[in-house]
Structures are given as C-alpha cells and as structure tokens.
C-alpha cells in the first residue's frame, strides 16, 4: 500500500534534517532528541539510544527530562534494561 511508503519516506526527511540540525548546533539538545525519534521511527534502536544519550549530555530543564525517558524507552526496547 502507498501509506508505509509515505512513512518511510517521512521518516527519512525526519531523519535528515535532524542530522542536518545536530550537525549545525552540535550542542543543542533538541535537535538530538529529534534524532532518536527518527532513528526510532526507522527501526535503528541503537543509534536512537546513542542520540537521547546526547541530548540527555546537552539538554537542559524538559529536554534533558524528555530524553531521559526516551532513553529509558529505547533501552528497554534493546533489552538493555
């Protein structure tokens, strides 16, 4: 069906502007967590988990707080936990 195809192909353009964006302001948390959820939305757990340790590192106040708990997702996700 054309709705997974769109999906990935959002996903992908999600996928890239976060790289664009961590690559522009490398310590704007933000921009990391939005990494995870890509990474997330395209299957690549572990580079997701990598990318919220970083915002957790970076972020700060509701940032830092939003990408402890997607962090904590993405480990159990990975039986990390």
């Known amino acids: 069906t054309e709705a997974p195809t769109v ?12 790289e664009a964006a961590v690559s522009l302001a490398p310590t704007w948390g933000k921009g990391y967590v939005r990494l995870g959820d890509a990474l997330v939305a395209l299957g690549r757990g572990e ?10 590192e970076c972020g700060e106040g509701p940032v ?11 480990k159990k ?5």
């Open 77 to 81: 996700g990975l039986g990390w936990h």
């Open 7 to 18: 999906r990935i192909v959002l996903n992908a353009l999600a996928l890239s502007d976060a």
């Open 64 to 74: 830092k707080k939003e990408a402890r708990e997607k962090l904590e997702e993405a």
């Open 47 to 56: 580079e997701a988990a990598r990318a919220f340790e970083k915002a957790v």
